[in-house]
């Protein structure tokens, strides 16, 4: 079984829980931290994009840590064999704002209405 898959006691054994931040960055290793980095990189891609209320980085950061802490919390609850780790949450979150704002340039503003044109701008009918 391949190590991003549950461990072989998943379902068996009782959930580990590691909460002391920065401690287990140390045993992660540059694959287990490039692999956490890119997780939540879509949604923090996109969701300045389509929601406006969520055009900024540190918003971005904490919808990106609420979902990890979503995933870490089901990854606990259905006792999957791993650790849930409070670094997990934080390099998954950090990840996402480079995302973010690299896609700074298409963000909504709280103005922008869900279509780019009317109607009226779409047929050459636009008020002067």
Known sequence: ???HD????????PGRVSLVPLR???TMG?????????VFAAPGFSAPIRFAA??????VLALA?????LVETAQYALRLDRVSSVDDVLVNAAGAVPA????????????ERATT???EVVRGNAPP
Not at 6 to 13: D, L, S
Not at 30 to 38: A, E, F, K, R, T
Not at 65 to 69: D, E, L, N, T
Request: net charge positive.
């Open 1 to 3: 079984m391949a190590d």
């Open 6 to 13: 549950a461990g072989a006691g998943a379902g068996a054994v």
């Open 24 to 26: 287990d960055l140390l």
């Open 30 to 38: 540059p694959l287990g931290i490039g692999g956490n980095l890119p």
């Open 54 to 59: 969520f055009a900024s980085a540190p918003k």
């Open 65 to 69: 840590a609420g979902c990890s802490v």
């Open 100 to 111: 973010a704002l690299a896609s700074r340039h298409w963000w909504r503003t709280g103005g």
């Open 117 to 119: 044109r009317s109607p």
